[in-house]
């Protein structure tokens, strides 16, 4: 079946515009994860949905971040006032439950870089 | 805090096995081991993880000290396509689901 898709797979934007960065997870995923990668850093933990609310958001670094998941499906990661230090790879997964006593496998999509000029 | 260390490079030779270390001592019972890679310009892939036991499956081994202070990814017979990035990470099972990753081991594997 289809994987984690992310678009678009590349944004170029100025600095201080609004961008939306959009995730469509496996079918039948109810657990998604947004994180961001900086060059040559792994992937940083942002926001965790469990269906349609933000079980964890500890790891959005700012308030001008923002992710919503209104059905429980695809995603939306919502960057206001972009500044240049938030040009990275932008990752999202999903996992089947992502919570409870099971190991949990996420699996990521191929990310959308983000370039804030 | 990526809680896990490994050695920043490696190399191996085509058709040999590969053996990434992964230092995690202060690991949690309620944690697992799990590793992903990413290939250039993709996102991260699944590759194994495991609890205590020692793991096998198509892609690779995982095998856990008996103390779970470390382990050790083995890819039995490295081929090119397996030059990437490999990460080691810790993940509680049943608090907090995202993962900490660290910088992770870039391999490359030489003809």
């Known amino acids: 079946g289809a994987g984690v898709s992310q678009t678009p797979s590349n944004k170029v934007t100025e600095k201080g515009k609004y961008v939306e960065l959009r995730c469509d997870p496996i079918s039948g995923h109810t657990a998604l994860y947004w994180y961001r990668q900086s060059l040559g850093q792994g992937p940083e933990f942002l926001i965790y949905f469990q269906g349609t609310g933000a079980a964890d958001d500890s790891g959005l670094p700012n308030d001008r971040f923002f992710a919503v998941r209104p059905e429980g499906s695809v995603s939306t990661l919502k960057i206001q006032r972009t500044e240049r230090g938030d040009s990275a790879v932008y990752l999202c997964?999903?996992?089947?439950?992502?919570?409870?006593?099971?190991?949990?496998?996420?699996?990521f999509g191929p990310g959308t870089r983000l370039t804030v000029l | 805090d990526a809680k896990t260390t490994q050695p920043p490079s490696m190399d191996c030779a085509e058709g040999r096995a590969a053996n990434l270390p992964c230092n995690h001592s202060?690991?949690?019972?309620?944690?697992?081991v799990y590793w992903y890679r990413q290939i250039h310009s993709q996102g991260p892939q699944y590759i194994i993880h495991?609890?205590?036991n020692n793991e096998t499956n198509e892609m690779a081994s995982l095998i856990i000290t008996e103390d779970r202070k470390s382990s050790t990814l083995i890819l039995p017979h490295a081929t090119l396509r397996d030059t990437a990035v490999y990460y080691c990470i810790r993940r509680a099972y049943n608090t907090g689901n995202q993962f900490y990753f660290g910088t992770g081991t870039s391999l490359t594997v030489i003809p």
């Open positions: 202060t690991i949690s019972g309620n944690e697992y």
């Open positions: 495991g609890l205590k």
């Open positions: 997964a999903s996992s089947l439950t992502g919570a409870g006593l099971i190991a949990d496998t996420q699996y």
